[in-house]
């Protein structure tokens, strides 16, 4: 599956995914009422390395982002973010997005990457443990998600 750095043309390809998705409001601790313009900005800050997976066609299927998670001396652990396109889960996309993220935190140098707020109920709990993620902690109780009611949020590590 080709991954390659995103451009600013890409956004319109992104979008309507990464709406779908935050508006779902089952995944992201982003607003489900994010306007494009916000969501952009979000997604797409020059602060961010932003990637996207396409298929044989060459339609955009996904996207991952990569950037410092803190600043200053521990700079050197890194955030991601990643949204498949939900018409095209379940066929490898989250995985090849969180490989090649890695690998790129890796030669960067990066020392570990850590997740902030990882819904419990999340499916992609399962891609990041078998990734090497664990759990560090869990604040309970602290989403409202719209089918399970309140659940927690995981912090998640890896060492890189």
Same mark, same amino acid.
């Given at each position: 599956?080709?991954?390659r750095e995103a451009t600013?043309?890409?956004?319109?390809?992104?979008?309507?995914?990464? =709406?779908?998705?935050? !508006?779902?409001?089952?995944?992201?601790?982003?607003?489900?009422?994010?306007?494009? /313009?916000?969501? #952009?900005?979000?997604?797409?800050?020059?602060?961010? #390395?932003?990637?996207?997976?396409?298929?044989?066609?060459?339609?955009?299927?996904?996207?991952? +982002?990569?950037?410092?998670?803190?600043?200053?001396?521990?700079?050197?652990?890194?955030?991601?973010? +990643?949204?498949?396109?939900?018409?095209?889960?379940? /066929?490898?996309?989250? /995985? $090849? &997005?969180?490989?090649?993220?890695?690998?790129?935190?890796? $030669?960067?140098?990066?020392?570990a990457m850590v997740f902030?707020a990882v819904v419990e109920?999340?499916?992609?709990? #399962?891609?990041?443990?078998?990734?090497? +993620?664990?759990?560090?902690?869990?604040?309970?109780? !602290?989403?409202?998600?719209? #089918? =399970?009611? &309140?659940?927690?949020?995981?912090?998640?590590?890896?060492? &890189?």
């Amino acid at each position: 599956m080709p991954i390659r750095e995103a451009t600013a043309d890409d956004w319109p390809r992104i979008w309507p995914f990464w =709406h779908r998705i935050v !508006a779902a409001a089952e995944t992201y601790t982003w607003d489900p009422d994010t306007s494009e /313009r916000a969501a #952009r900005a979000l997604w797409m800050s020059p602060a961010k #390395r932003v990637y996207v997976a396409e298929d044989e066609a060459g339609s955009v299927v996904g996207s991952a +982002f990569l950037t410092p998670n803190y600043a200053g001396p521990a700079a050197r652990v890194a955030n991601a973010g +990643f949204m498949v396109d939900p018409e095209r889960a379940g /066929r490898g996309t989250g /995985r $090849a &997005l969180a490989e090649h993220v890695l690998a790129e935190a890796t $030669a960067a140098g990066y020392r570990a990457m850590v997740f902030n707020a990882v819904v419990e109920t999340n499916p992609a709990v #399962r891609l990041w443990t078998s990734l090497g +993620f664990t759990v560090l902690g869990t604040v309970p109780e !602290a989403y409202e998600h719209p #089918r =399970h009611g &309140l659940v927690g949020l995981h912090v998640m590590h890896r060492a &890189l």
